[in-house]
């Protein structure tokens, strides 16, 4: 049947990844370092992806194809867990696809999977938060300047990217690492960073607060240790209480991998000192 479906010019496509994860449906995956249309079943052709290319490497055409298959789709999106089912609806809602949204609902009543409540990252930081809170430290005396080296420091990153939303878990300088597992604050507060922690070891980062992919991450963490001889795991968070999260996920990861690593965890002050 001639249907509306994704087209990926390779030429342009650079390999970052973006889409994959901005597709619900499960029909994008990175291969050969290319975005790939691996399942014409799950494609709807609605094109929640083509936002998040920045190279304009997806484009909507009208061509001979498989027709879209919403309940293989939520197959697969229920595997996925909450999180993925929860994109997958509000992109159905979004684009008013109404047949599709009523396929959805019925599937999941009929195989009790229970609708997804709304994510409390989604909504507004309430002010009570201790992390939130503002603190001015120009008229204090910040201690933590004392750890920082008399000559400026040299950058020690070994790779690119560094945001676990888009590094690829087989990518090579992840074979025989030692791995640096950071939230974004950290490299920030600390001003030895480079020397103390990133020297000689492959980085990961993201934020265990705003981010909202961490089912995407937690595998991908666990692909990394996994999959690649990882020789230790360090984790760098900072003291506030919604970073914690960075170390559960680790914890995570490292138990669904079925390895026996040493793991090191560092906390670090907001005045930039190790707790």
Known sequence: MKRQIIKIDEDKCTGCGLCVPNCPEGALQMIDGKARLVGELLCDGLGAC????PEGAILIEERDADAYDEKQVMENIVKAGPAVLAAHLKHLKDHKQEDYLKIAEEYMKDNNVE???EKVE??????????????????????AKAQAPARAVQSELRQWPTQLHLVNPHAPYFADADLLIAADCTAF?????????????????????????MDMYLEKLTAIIRD???KSITVVKMEVPCCYGALALTEQALKASGKNIILKEYTIGVQGGIV
């Open 122 to 143: 989604d909504k507004p930081m309430a002010c009570g938060c201790p992390g939130t809170m503002m603190r001015d430290f120009r008229a204090e005396e910040n201690p």
């Open 228 to 230: 690649n001889n990882i």
């Open 189 to 213: 507060a600390f001003g030895d960073f480079h020397r103390r922690f990133l020297k000689g070891k492959a980085l990961v980062m993201f934020c265990p607060k705003l981010d909202t992919t």
């Open 115 to 117: 609708v997804p409540q």
């Open 50 to 53: 083509i936002g998040n290319c």
